[in-house]
């Protein structure tokens, strides 16, 4: 498992009228990616950007860019993702009967492949998926919004994904998505998350650029406690 902590920010907290602003603000002190929420109405009741958004994002991104793709039968859409850019994608377990076929297309086309798992999806369900995944988003927030509270059950779901992986032999790196802040960033890198999602936490602070480099220290003494 990785010592090193990522935090990739996520922009739906940002200012969605100067994206770029938002971008350039966390690239500044080490963003490590950038992630962006792409929301259908369907399986989140939220609608955000597609796209024709990422690729003018991905014009002025210097790191990576990952979408998280909220929507229903991403197996029709996921092209227009790949075309548009993105360096990784996550699809959630929940969206489609033909999970490894979307990895492994995602993978063909050079770009980074994960699993997202909502808080009430067994972790078991990621059992024969694991190998084929890049890395896996485990929610720490029933998905659709940003600002919403930790729930402290990621704690124990990411020690059975931990588990599993080991179980299966697999690595894929390990992100944790929703409600993360400097107060709860330790405890979930003590349990095995690697890349940290943070938007509210950070793009809501006065200063996003000291919250992001407060979050990584927080973070970075996950590492530390556990051994
Ligand atoms: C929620 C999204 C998360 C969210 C994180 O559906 O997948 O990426 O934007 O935002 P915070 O950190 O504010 O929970
Ligand atoms: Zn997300």
Redesign the pocket.
Known sequence: MSDAVKISP?I??ADFGDLSRAVYVVEEVGADSI?V?V?DGHF?S?LTIGPPVIRSLKRSCTVPLHA?L?VDNPDDSLDWYLDAGVDGVTVHVETTRHLNRALAHAKESGVKAGVSLNPSTPIAALRDVLADADHVLL?S????????SFLRSALRRLDELVALAREMGASPTIEI????TAANAPDVVREGARVL??????F?ADDPGAALRELRAAAETGLTARD
């Open positions: 996520s739906l907290s992630h929420d929301m989140v939220n998280h909220m929610m927030v029933n998905p659709g919004f940003g600002g919403q998505d929703g409600g993360i999602i943070a938007g509210n936490a950070v809501a």
